[in-house]
Structure formats: C-alpha cells, structure tokens
C-alpha cells in the first residue's frame, strides 16, 4: 500500500537555526498537510496546501513557517529561525480527491531543538 | 469552528474485555468523523471512518465506531481487547467546506493500556 514518507526521523538543532522537513506524500493525491504534536499534547494543525498554494494556515503557522513543493515529489516544511518551543514531533499527511477521502500520515518527523 | 473532547486520556482495560473510548464534537455542519491510532514511535493509522449512510462503521482490528447525531457522538468500541491494541487513539473531525478541503481537528486523545 502506498505510504507517506517523511526525512528525517530525528533532527537536532540549534535555536536560531533553519531546519526543513521533508515528505513524499502518496503519488496521486492532491491535498498536503502538516501537523505537529508536542509532546504530551493533541495533534494541531499548521497548514494545508493544495494547487501549489497554502488553502489555509493556523496561528501556529506565522512568518518563521514556510511550505514548499519544489518539484513533482516532495513537500517541505521550513522553520527559518528556530525557537525552543518548536521541540515537536512534525506529521505530515496527504489526501486523495473525494468527499470524506481520510488523511494518510507519515511516521513524523522528531524535531529538538537545543 | 468545530471541535472534539476525548473523555479520559488514560484507559486501561484487561486483555478480553471490551474496549470503550468516548467522542464527542462539535460541527457546525454534518461532519467527517474519524478515529486514528498511534502506536509508538509511528504516525497516525486510520482505524475507521464515519461520512454518510450507515451510522455503525466498521474498521480494522475489529474496531467499530457509531455515529450518534442527537448526541453528537461518536464512540470507539471492540468487544474484546488484545495486548496489541495498546496505543494511543485519536478522534478526530472534518467538513467539507472551505479551501482546506478536509482539515482535520483532533481531539486529546486517549492512551489505551491493555493488561494480562
């Protein structure tokens, strides 16, 4: 069954530092997400992307997020200057077309920042 | 602006014996209903999922789920719980307006322990 992929696993940096996330979503589907999940804490949502454009963002998502699909593949997710606060595991998530069609996840992306 | 709430977010049950995780939410339109489970160290699996029609659902692992308009619920069950049903599990809703196209919102969620 196709899956989400997600790189890296864990990633250690330093505050101050720009990290990106990267994800393959499955091939065919449309609509890309991230989420985050602090530890602890329920699962939020940062941002939606479709047609090469965020559809929508959270408050979480101010100017320090940043999103991207540089190519046919892969969508990223940037933190231009990290801050403590973004310690979180990072899940992103891809959906095909179709009403109720579910959201299919990474494995997530464990960030700590130091 | 919809919402969930997960009552408990730690159960613990014995192996064999039925499994019951609360849901409940708020929409303002006929939601999307979904519960997802997290084992360690993954991501989010969908067990099963409430759009239209029947209002009992069937996932795998031999949960099911039923949808319950009047009381805006939405409650996980299995009748007989196994050792590798210890997880966490998210419920979680959506509607199918707006350029976001199938957000989700999830709840707390709730830490299931299975004991021998």
């Known amino acids: 069954e196709p899956e989400v992929t997600q790189t890296p696993s864990h990633q250690v940096t330093q505050m101050g530092q720009e990290v990106i996330l990267r994800c393959v979503p499955i091939?065919?589907?449309?609509?890309f997400y991230w989420y985050r999940q602090i530890l602890g804490q329920k699962v939020e949502f940062l941002v939606s992307?479709?047609?090469?454009?965020?559809?929508?963002k959270s408050e979480i998502f101010d100017d320090q997020f940043s999103v991207e699909r540089p190519d046919g593949s892969n969508f990223t997710l940037k933190i231009r200057s990290t801050k403590l606060e973004d310690s979180a595991m990072y899940f992103c998530?891809?959906?095909?077309?179709?009403?109720?069609?579910?959201?299919?996840f990474g494995n997530g992306t464990r960030l700590t920042v130091t | 602006a919809q919402s969930v709430t997960q009552l408990g977010s730690h159960v613990s049950v014995s192996e064999g014996a039925l499994v019951l995780l609360r849901c409940n939410y708020s929409?303002?339109?006929?939601?999307?209903l979904f519960w997802y489970v997290q084992y360690p160290n993954q991501g989010l699996q969908l067990l099963l999922k409430y759009t239209t029609g029947a209002t009992l659902v069937k996932g795998i692992n031999g949960f099911e789920a039923e949808f319950k308009k009047s009381e805006t619920s939405f409650h996980l069950t299995k009748p007989s719980a196994h050792m590798s049903d210890a997880a966490e599990y998210f419920c979680?809703?959506?509607?199918?307006?707006?350029?976001?196209?199938?957000?989700?919102?999830f709840g707390g969620g709730t830490r299931v322990l299975v004991k021998p």
């Open positions: 929409s303002s339109v006929p939601p999307y």
């Open positions: 998530a891809s959906r095909g077309t179709g009403e109720g069609s579910p959201l299919h």
């Open positions: 992307f479709y047609n090469n454009e965020i559809s929508e």
């Open positions: 091939s065919n589907h449309l609509y």
């Open positions: 979680a809703v959506s509607d199918f307006m707006g350029a976001a196209g199938n957000k989700l919102t």
